[in-house]
């Protein structure tokens, strides 16, 4: 039998336990229309998956929360992860590169769609520039 290990829903993510089911306001938040309320509200294991997932708003939301020690232990190394992810650009094509399969073949370079484009917040270039 084969494991699949890799496949398991990850049961932490910066040190949160993530085991816990969502709440029903995770599950009414929008990713497009993030508020500051929405996010202070969500308790901190719905906000973390959220961060895991690539909101950048739930991204700055966690890591003020490392930053202020607000329900979780104060970690500037935390917070300052999350605010790098959350200010910086993401999503869009990316070009990948893939190496040679078989006798006589070349490698090539492929492009992989990442999803749909996303700025990085000005708030979270902010708070990172406030904690270097």
Avoid at 3 to 21: E, N, Q, R, V
Avoid at 50 to 79: C, P, S, T, W, Y
Avoid at 92 to 101: A, E, L, N, Q
Wanted: charged residues 20%; glycine residues 12%; aromatic residues 4%.
């Amino acid at each position: 039998m084969i494991a699949l290990a890799g496949c398991a829903a990850p049961s932490s993510y910066m040190g949160i336990d993530l085991t816990t089911p969502p709440s029903a306001a995770a599950a009414s938040h929008s990713p497009s229309l993030p508020t500051a309320t929405d996010l202070t509200a969500l308790p901190l294991p719905d906000l973390a998956r959220m961060a895991q997932g690539g909101d950048k708003h739930a991204q700055l939301e966690l890591g003020i929360r490392f930053e202020e020690g607000r329900g979780v232990e104060r970690d500037l190394d935390n917070a300052k992860k999350l605010y790098r992810l959350a200010a910086s650009d993401s999503g869009g094509r990316i070009w990948v590169y893939s190496p040679p399969v078989g006798n006589g073949t070349k490698g090539r370079v492929i492009p992989v769609d990442t999803g749909a484009k996303q700025a990085g917040l000005v708030a979270a270039k902010w708070r990172l520039e406030g904690t270097e």
